[in-house]
């Protein structure tokens, strides 16, 4: 985190299987003209292509501060994150992908706009996404989730590409959690949050590591682990199964006494008793992620754990 000699700007980048797309986004970066300076961190996800080997030889021939910090597997996009940010010692750090579709230039905007309007949280957001449309539908469905799950303001877009104040970033670090959701922990620290439009490239080569498997465990992250929302819900819809379970016996004391409805009931027996037990397994399912969730953390899972940590001479 800063101090006197600490650069302005912090460049965070979460790396898995990136070595074909690194050595270029890492020149941008370098070349970029930033007030008071800034350093590059990466952190290596557990990667199985040659990342953390051509991190070393970044390291070894950059022109600005930089850092490198090998997980000792794969931990996740927002725990990467977070260890970076533990490492990094701009006055704001931006977070941006490693497969060069966040330009450096518009992070350097998003820095300039973080810091001449005095918040705490930029949020770079898109007329145009260049991802493929199921990558796009996961992102609409995440942001509409988070509408009900977080306290965030209405129509605010929350994108991985975002800077922060070093301020709010070590408070969000204190979290050491085994699921953390980095949007719900600074929504949790500041108001002081802001968007602002910026480009989306294309992405240099390869494929998106992200899948529809990743996209689901971070909805959950966002409910659980920030939200008693999914409770809420399992009770309503119990109460709304109570209540027309009370209505369907009233019915057929109603037909009993008066001697009317269907000879044969089975059809709608069963109908109904695959909904209440489906509605039954759903309020379990939510019940055993939360005590599941719970029985992790207070095991103490760590958040990530960390092989090598490594520097160049320019800090």
């Not at 979460?14 to 050595?23: G, M």
Request: aromatic share 10%; proline share 4%; hydrophobic share 45%.
């Amino acid at each position: 985190m800063p101090d006197q000699n600490s650069p302005a700007l912090s460049f965070v980048i979460p790396l898995y299987n990136s070595a074909e797309t690194l050595p270029p986004l890492v020149e941008l970066i370098e070349s970029l003209h930033v007030e008071g300076g800034h350093e590059l961190v990466l952190v290596n996800d557990g990667s199985s292509d040659r990342t953390a080997e051509v991190c070393r030889n970044l390291v070894s021939v950059a022109r600005i501060p930089i850092t490198f910090i090998d997980h000792s597997r794969n931990y996740g996009e927002h725990n990467a994150v977070l260890t970076g940010w533990r490492h990094a010692r701009g006055a704001y750090v931006v977070n941006i992908d490693d497969d060069g579709q966040n330009p450096p230039d518009e992070a350097v905007r998003l820095f300039r706009h973080a810091r001449e309007h005095d918040l705490d949280v930029v949020y770079g957001c898109y007329d145009v996404k260049q991802h493929s449309a199921w990558r796009n539908a996961g992102s609409w469905m995440t942001n509409r989730v988070t509408d009900f799950a977080l306290d965030k303001p209405a129509g605010l877009y929350l994108s991985s590409f975002r800077c922060v104040s070093a301020f709010v970033a070590r408070q969000v670090v204190a979290n050491s959690g085994p699921f953390p959701y980095i949007d719900g922990l600074l929504l949790q620290v500041t108001q002081r949050v802001g968007s602002l439009l910026v480009r989306h490239d294309e992405r240099q080569s390869g494929a998106s590591g992200y899948t529809i498997r990743r996209l689901g465990r971070l909805w959950l992250s966002t409910f659980i682990n920030f939200s008693v929302f999914p409770l809420r819900i399992a009770t309503v819809l119990g109460i709304i199964m109570a209540f027309v379970g009370f209505v369907a016996l009233g019915v057929v004391i109603y037909s009993w006494f008066h001697d009317r409805g269907p000879q044969f009931g089975w059809g709608t027996l069963m109908a109904a008793l695959l909904t209440f037990s489906g509605v039954q397994l759903i309020i379990l399912g939510l019940c055993g992620e939360y005590i599941g969730r719970m029985f992790i953390t207070i095991n103490q899972r760590p958040q990530a754990v960390i092989r090598e940590v490594v520097r160049n001479s320019n800090r």
